[in-house]
């Protein structure tokens, strides 16, 4: 089993940043891909961001140019660093990573930017 614990969610001004942080424990080997997704009441849940082992990157549209996501291996951590912060960036943001094809979800941490 995989545990992820997410920190960093909080309310900010438009044109703020925030920066998340998702830790994995337990069995974390064979975890390849870590990810963050988001959501709002009514609406369906995006991805935000991906990285792989490798270090390579993917981004929604949305949010290119303004966040970024990285991991540390060693601590088994992905953070997401969020710059220009919109309304629109409001959501409960959720960590993923998929273990031996099974789906671990972080229990959500709210972002909130007020304009």
């Known amino acids: 089993q995989v545990q992820l614990v997410e920190s960093g969610g909080g309310l900010v001004q438009s044109g703020g940043s925030l920066r998340l942080s998702c830790a994995a424990s337990?069995?974390?080997?064979?975890?390849?891909?870590m990810s963050w997704y988001r959501q709002n009441p009514g609406k369906q849940r995006e991805l935000v961001a991906t990285i792989t082992n490798g270090g390579e990157r993917d981004y929604a549209d949305s949010v290119k140019g303004r966040f970024t996501i990285s991991r540390d291996s060693a601590k088994n951590t992905v953070y997401l660093e969020m710059n220009s912060l919109k309304p629109e960036d409001t959501a409960v943001y959720y960590c993923?990573?998929?273990?031996?094809?099974?789906?671990?979800w972080g229990q959500g941490t709210q972002v909130t930017v007020s304009s």
């Open positions: 337990g069995r974390t080997f064979s975890i390849n891909t």
């Open positions: 993923f990573v998929k273990w031996l094809n099974i789906n671990f």
